[in-house]
């Protein structure tokens, strides 16, 4: 009989809130570093002397190396052990770190910056399962799901705060180097605090076909969207990718069907809870991540400040999403989840509207203040999307079902940053036709620069608003499909059960 780690943690309960404690060290690493690095790009190309095309690929065969291994980390944590993982992850991280502090060119920091991303993206899917595991009562479960998961959101705050000071002050390497200390610790708590936990049922066999064939359907598509718009949705390199993305991940489906134990258990959708979660999570994502990437760049572009002033403005952001969390975790069995999930979608989508109100005379509060409310309605209803997906699923299979959660939030991520980079570029070039066709010149030759740059701006302040109008309007698509979130016996029991 596998061990169960719920039997020496409830003889202690404090032992649970270091274990969340120490799962938060790592994703706020992990997450850290995403943030931390793009501050230092500009940096790195300098010494590298490469240009922002080729210094792109830094951040493209992260995303890339992320996205793939995410699942087969999954898996791999609940057959094999999912401490054994972690702190493999953990390591990984660690030597990566200093690989990339010590890189001597482009090639060196791509390579480096693939074996973190490998292991970085072990932590979601064991982080999860191991608090799964730990908290096996739904309501302290829900409660240590939404803290943890506010700290994705506090990662990317401080990454602009601690970035800049160590860039200017050291060099570009101290963001990586830095993460070696904080790595230490948190592998040494790892050690002290997590206790080991295994799906009841050891694998035969690990599924390499699956994972070779996911992983090429994941490269492609990743890689469309990231590079997409530079090439052109319509490129022969933009078909190559569809076409294999399509072409894998049919082949992926068939070689799943037959595995012996497949990477991704496709019975999962066939789970109707599951199902609209996962959507909703791809379509609340997908909305809030899209946009949000554009909020620093019209701060930057138009308003005139520089990352470390932007990063102040997204701190109370942090709180918000702290508060929140915690705030709908403790609902869970109290109210119905599908009701504060739907509430919480509708308080983000509202946030997003209220940034369809920026123009070149905003001021922070009218940044913040849109930023708290998103993100308290994502805090508020994360922990009750995370902590369903737990409860739908075998305890045995957790690991691979929360992979497939963060899976589907960052494609959902990537598709968002696509998707509204390129209806910005739309809405501009729009808006500057409709703008210069209503507005006259009555200035002398040399006014006609200036003439021209105000009609450029208005249309580009037009277009940013556009964006956010179309994500408010995506994200309530997605509080209106939390309705078909149905569980029952919420309020009586641990496992929820699908109807």
């Known amino acids: 009989m596998p061990y169960d780690p719920s039997d020496t943690i409830e003889s202690g309960n404090g032992l649970k809130w270091w274990i969340l404690a120490t799962v938060i060290v790592g994703t706020f690493l992990g997450r850290l570093d995403q943030?931390?690095?793009?501050?230092?790009?500009?940096?790195?190309?300098?010494?590298?002397?490469?240009?922002?095309?080729?210094?792109?690929?830094?951040?493209?065969?992260?995303?890339?190396?992320?996205?793939?291994?995410?699942?087969?980390?999954?898996?791999l944590g609940d057959t094999l052990g999912r401490k054994k993982i972690y702190l493999l992850g953990f390591s990984i991280f660690i030597l990566g770190s200093a690989l990339a502090g010590l890189a001597w060119n482009l090639t060196s920091m791509i390579v480096f910056r693939v074996i973190q991303a490998i292991a970085g993206s072990a932590d979601y899917p064991t982080a999860m399962a191991i608090l799964a595991v730990t908290f096996r009562d739904a309501r302290q479960r829900a409660q240590a799901l939404g803290i943890w998961s506010s700290s994705f959101a506090v990662a990317a705050v401080f990454g602009p705060l601690l970035g800049g000071p160590l860039i200017d002050h050291f060099s570009w390497r101290a963001v990586f180097l830095i993460n070696?200390?904080?790595?230490?610790?948190?592998?040494?708590?790892?050690?002290a605090f997590i206790h080991e936990s295994v799906s009841e049922t050891k694998a035969a066999s690990f599924d390499w076909w699956g994972s070779v064939t996911l992983g090429a359907a994941l490269s492609t598509l990743v890689l469309v969207l990231d590079q997409g718009m530079s090439w052109g949705w319509g490129s022969a390199a933009s078909w190559l990718c569809y076409a294999g993305t399509a072409a894998f991940a049919a082949l992926f489906v068939r070689i799943e069907q037959r595995a012996r134990e497949p990477i991704v258990d496709l019975k999962f959708f066939s789970n109707a809870v599951f199902n609209s979660v996962l959507f909703n999570n791809f379509i609340v994502f997908m909305g809030l991540m899209g946009s949000l990437f554009l909020v620093p760049v019209f701060a930057e572009t138009f308003l005139g400040y520089n990352a470390t002033q932007t990063g102040y403005v997204f701190m109370p952001m942090a709180g918000a999403l702290m508060l929140a969390s915690p705030l709908g975790g403790a609902l869970t069995g109290r109210v119905s989840a599908r009701l504060v999930i739907m509430a919480s979608t509708a308080v983000a989508a509202v946030g997003l509207f209220l940034f369809s109100f920026l123009d070149i005379r905003s001021g922070p509060w009218d940044i913040i203040w849109p930023l708290c409310v998103m993100a308290f309605g994502l805090g508020f209803?994360?922990?009750?999307?995370?902590?369903?997906?737990?409860?739908?699923?075998?305890?045995?299979?957790?690991?691979?079902?929360?992979?497939?959660?963060?899976?589907?939030?960052?494609?959902?991520?990537?598709?968002?940053?696509?998707?509204?980079?390129?209806?910005?570029?739309?809405?501009?070039?729009?808006?500057?036709?409709?703008?210069?066709?209503?507005?006259?010149?009555?200035?002398?030759?040399?006014?006609?620069?200036?003439?021209?740059?105000?009609?450029?701006?208005?249309?580009?302040?037009?277009g940013?608003?556009?964006?956010?109008?179309?994500?408010?309007?995506?994200?309530?698509?997605?509080?209106?499909?939390?309705?078909?979130?149905?569980?029952?016996?919420?309020?009586?029991?641990?496992?929820?059960?699908?109807?």
Request: hydrophobic content about 60%; cysteine-free.
């Open 381 to 462: 209803g994360m922990a009750q999307r995370t902590n369903i997906i737990a409860s739908v699923v075998d305890h045995r299979e957790i690991g691979v079902a929360s992979s497939v959660l963060a899976l589907a939030r960052n494609i959902a991520g990537a598709f968002g940053v696509a998707i509204f980079g390129t209806l910005l570029d739309h809405f501009i070039s729009a808006n500057a036709l409709v703008v210069g066709a209503h507005s006259a010149f009555r200035g002398v030759a040399a006014q006609m620069p200036a003439f021209v740059g105000l009609v450029i701006l208005k249309a580009e302040v037009m």
């Open 35 to 75: 943030t931390i690095v793009n501050l230092a790009l500009p940096k790195i190309m300098d010494d590298f002397r490469v240009t922002v095309t080729a210094a792109g690929w830094i951040a493209t065969a992260y995303i890339l190396a992320n996205a793939v291994f995410v699942p087969i980390w999954g898996k």
């Open 180 to 191: 070696i200390p904080v790595g230490l610790a948190g592998a040494l708590m790892a050690l």
């Open 464 to 499: 940013y608003d556009q964006v956010f109008l179309v994500s408010a309007a995506i994200v309530l698509v997605g509080a209106v499909l939390a309705w078909w979130i149905r569980v029952k016996d919420e309020k009586t029991d641990v496992r929820v059960h699908v109807e």
